[in-house]
């Protein structure tokens, strides 16, 4: 008796699972796609940057690029606590200084960097006349005589900001990046190795 209900049951499932599969392909629109199982799952909704949207279990209104929590900071990042001005310019300057230690690895990828992203304008030893520098109605200033004694703050702060005719580089460099742009900056100052301790440029205006 219970062989003849187990073969009945098994019947009835195949039976059912072929009526399933039939109706499942019948379409009275030939645009539907008829019943389908979690669609999110293998067609998600595609979400534009800054496009608001709504959440389908809360109702909220929300954005498709969130926001960092208040306070936070990326991993790695460290604020940059001067502002974009001449007093700014000034005290890093002063107070700001190369926490890298001034390796020939660092040196070297810092003679990399500069190549990509500084010889154009300031030229292989940082004559101001690179092959864009050099026809630019005011050129770089050199780095061997009117930037000579210029301090590793204000090389960094003016690569951060941009200063003059030249933009801003925060994008394109990191800011270990530009510490070791900074590192080669200073040894094309003084290719025979001395720093110079006073800041002739104290007085330049930003």
Request: net charge positive; glycine share 12%.
């Amino acid at each position: 008796m219970n062989k003849k209900i187990t073969q009945i049951i098994s019947s009835m499932a195949v039976v059912s699972c072929v009526a399933i599969g039939f109706t499942s392909c019948g379409k009275h629109d030939p645009n539907s796609p008829g019943v389908e199982f979690m669609p999110d799952m293998y067609r998600s909704p595609s979400l534009e940057t800054n496009m608001a949207y709504i959440d389908k279990n809360t109702g909220d209104t929300l954005q498709a690029n969130r926001l960092p929590v208040k306070g936070t900071i990326a991993r790695g990042f460290m604020p940059y606590p001067y502002a974009n001005d001449t007093s700014g310019y000034s005290a890093a300057g002063k107070f700001l200084h190369n926490p890298f230690a001034k390796t020939e690895a660092n040196l070297a990828e810092g003679e990399a960097l500069y190549g990509k992203f500084c010889v154009h304008c300031h030229g292989a030893a940082g004559q101001g006349d690179g092959l864009v520098g050099g026809k630019l109605p005011g050129a770089p200033p050199s780095y061997t005589s009117t930037l000579k004694n210029l301090p590793e703050g204000k090389i960094f702060h003016s690569i951060t900001y941009g200063k003059g005719l030249m933009g801003s580089h925060a994008a394109q460099l990191s800011q270990k990046e530009r510490w070791k742009v900074v590192m080669y900056v200073q040894k094309l100052q003084n290719p025979g190795g001395a720093t110079a301790s006073v800041d002739s440029t104290a007085t330049a205006k930003k």
